[in-house]
């Protein structure tokens, strides 16, 4: 038990970035999914499931496939 801690006290440092950027991912695409009703493809609870539920990779997969046009328009 005593080397789990001694090991996320080790590693802490290099955590704490990576849990910041996750967490301000998140919130600013699911602010963004909020705000814009078009998208390429789905619908706003689809893509908030999306970014919500998978770490990392579901906002990166909105911004690359999800996001409409900043006009409206939706391709």
């Known amino acids: 038990m005593n ?3 001694a090991l996320l006290m080790e590693y802490l440092p ?17 602010i963004h ?3 814009h009703p078009h998208y ?4 706003q609870v689809m893509w ?5 539920l998978m ?4 906002p990166l997969i909105y911004f690359v496939f999800g996001r ?3 006009d409206g328009r939706t391709n």
Request: glycine share 10%; no cysteine.
């Open 68 to 70: 409409g046009d900043h």
């Open 48 to 52: 908030l499931l999306i970014v919500l």
């Open 55 to 58: 770490q990392f990779i579901g």
């Open 33 to 35: 999914v909020i705000r």
């Open 3 to 5: 080397n789990d801690i």
């Open 40 to 43: 390429r493809f789905g619908n």
């Open 14 to 30: 290099f955590l704490i970035p990576l849990i910041i950027l996750q967490l301000g991912l998140a919130i600013y695409s699911a």
